[in-house]
């Protein structure tokens, strides 16, 4: 599998990142976002049952991605962003902490990923003990630092959709101003969601440059 040809290419010096999707996420990509919207608030038991077998095919995935290489998992569950702490709690957060523990007891770390505004969601990973956490531009950093303390990673948070229509010398301060206020924390410059397919290639090279002082 390709984790597996990118590990032996790398020789262990490049952390190879595998993906599997959170429950709520698969489960929304098997029925429909607005069909699975509707059976959280009408049918639970339809909803827990459909979200435990998304479960099964997580941890098989990740077993797999770990056992061929893949150093760091990341965890998508995007959708989670469009629900409220309430609805997080009573269906995902437990699932989340379960694939987590289940991930880091293969040795692997985990990259949880939740695209959106989720300043919301924060209280609930506290006891993630999580190693990187994507924040989305709407997420203020110094909020979450204040909420999950000093030993998560913070990977962010910069709109993908800035990076593609500003200069590359506006994205070089931009990511400059980052770093500088970031630098003393444990911090990863990143986009806060995928890089959009139209972003010139000077800009990407301006996060890059602006990473070194």
Same mark, same amino acid.
């Given at each position: ?46 909803a ?8 099964v ?14 150093? /760091?998992? &990341? ?7 469009q *629900?409220?702490?309430? #609805?997080?709690?009573?269906?995902? $957060? @437990? ?5 987590i ?45 204040? /909420?999950? &303390? ?7 948070? *910069?709109?993908?959709? #800035?990076?593609?229509?500003?200069? $590359? @010398?506006e ?35 301006a ?7």
């Amino acid at each position: 599998m390709a984790a597996e040809l990118l590990s032996k290419k790398t020789r262990g010096n490049i952390p190879v990142i595998g993906w599997i999707e959170g429950p709520l996420a698969e489960a929304c990509d098997l029925t429909g976002m607005e069909n699975m919207m509707m059976q959280l608030m009408m049918d639970p038991d339809f909803a827990n049952r459909l979200m435990d077998k998304c479960m099964v095919t997580a941890k098989e995935f990740a077993k797999a991605q770990i056992e061929n290489g893949c150093l /760091i998992i &990341g965890m998508g569950d995007a959708v989670c962003s469009q *629900i409220d702490t309430d #609805t997080y709690n009573f269906y995902v $957060r @437990d699932r989340h902490r379960e694939l987590i523990e289940y991930i880091h007891g293969l040795g692997g770390k985990i990259k949880l990923h939740i695209c959106g505004d989720t300043t919301h969601l924060l209280p609930s990973y506290k006891d993630f003990n999580l190693d990187i956490l994507d924040l989305d531009w709407q997420v203020d950093i110094s909020e979450a630092r204040r /909420i999950l &303390g000093e030993n998560v990673i913070f990977a962010g948070n *910069i709109n993908p959709v #800035t990076i593609q229509n500003i200069t $590359r @010398d506006e994205v070089f301060e931009m990511c400059r101003l980052l770093v500088e206020k970031h630098k003393n924390e444990r911090y990863m410059l990143s986009a806060g969601c995928e890089i959009t397919a139209l972003t010139p290639p000077e800009n990407l090279k301006a996060m890059s440059d602006a990473t070194v002082f």
